[in-house]
């Protein structure tokens, strides 16, 4: 496949990330069909330009003429939607997806899809804490990491459109790794931060504390706010990888407590200039 | 006192805090002296319209004319510097500080001090990633919070005096809490931040992380580049509240980790919606 305007894409649930890649790939000039639950949402979609047309099920004839199929649904919602609905797919259709974790996902959906349509599975590592497609927004992407995870069941071809869409979209780095790979550095710089605010705003229900606080508490807990249902879902299916990454964090906390407990300034010294050299790749060029 | 641009105004320790503080007078009308170790420090800080002169030394003639000091040094260099300079202050001066812990300074300098001058202390929660007087700007004040700690050796209008400062350099919100309160509270919002922060980026050594990484861990990690000896300092001068303050975070995460580990969706959900009703509460205005 080449990745054309001609092409017809359809977005399957038309939410923050699904609005957004709707947004992104209409800028590009292409066609823009979406499936989404509530007609009040495909209202909005379209008086905003973000889609060319909208349905609130599954329509055969709009399943049967997308060559591009991106999911932007919950996990298992999703798994499900593929398996009663694939017998409307158009030979030769691309799937791909946003969701924050893979091994639980893409084998499911690999094994259970038809053989002349392919699935091939991407996490587009953006996001706001607000929801739906009134947020959706494309510059989201911008500056952004997006991981394309296939396996061995994937073609050489599905890979190279898949990062396509990564570059189109206007991600800044766009990259490839294993379902497993991808889902222990998910369990770390994604799961277990959510983990860390969540926890952190657990700590304490002193209401004037917003009168006492810096920057730093702002920061780490931006993304305390959360949606409960997906990101309980999405913990459940990276359990191990996660909980490996909640060890491996309290290993290190512990080492820093020790210290502290101990008046070893040295250890802590260390740890704060390994936590410095380290911290000075990430900021965003 | 009051606070008109008659008194004249010294700050001791021209880093990022005390620069800022200098800039922040300066704007309003005061005559500002410094003293800082460099005279390069003073050279640019006199050539950038932060201070009008300033020393590399405790002139006397200058600490004798000084109404109002700010102290802007770490905090054992800035205690044995009062004991240390003080017979030079002029009668009736008010001191105050920048200091990020209260309890272990605050008593040990006032129980130093000349009765016939009076030290105030406060905590503003500002700051950056980077120092020095280069780096200095008042407008990280604005939006933050500031914090006046005194003690039963306070008078009313020296606590009022401090609030003004507060206020004059243009915090979104000042106000009044003890030195055990403040050690608390900083223990949590700041410093436990920082251990954190700290934590995950001892967890990791693979520098392709980059590539992989959302904006939450940026986010949850931008402190994580620290000045090592005053962060260590200000543990150890803040030990029983910040271990406190870890130990009450590790029974949280504990509790999360052990209802993802029994697959308990429900207590992970609960956690998240006081998670983001709580946070809610914190996003600046």
Redesign the interface.
Known sequence: MMLNTNKNILIVGLGLMGGSYAMGFKKLGFKISAIARRQETIDYAIENNIIDEGFTGPDPEVLGKADIIVFGLYPQIFIDWIKDNQQHFKKGALLTDVTGVKGSVVYEVQSALRDDVEFIAAHP???KEVYGVENADDRIFHG??Y?VTPTSKNTPEAIEDCLEIGRLLGFA?V?V?TPEK?DE??G???Q????????????????N??????????????????N??M???L??MN?PA??H??H???D??D???AA??N?D?QT??E??????T???????K
């Open positions: 590592m953006a996001g952004a990491n991981i780095n990259s790794l991808h550095m998910i770390f710089v994604s277990l931060t959510h983990c860390i605010a969540v926890t952190l705003m657990n700590c304490c229900d002193d209401e504390l917003k009168n006492y606080t810096g920057d730093s508490f702002r920061d780490l807990t931006r993304i305390a706010r959360i409960d249902k990101w309980s879902e913990f459940i359990k996660l909980l990454q909640m491996r964090f309290e290190q906390f080492r820093l407590k502290l407990l008046g300034e802590m010294r740890m704060m200039q390994i936590s410095t380290r911290r000075a790749l990430f900021d965003k």
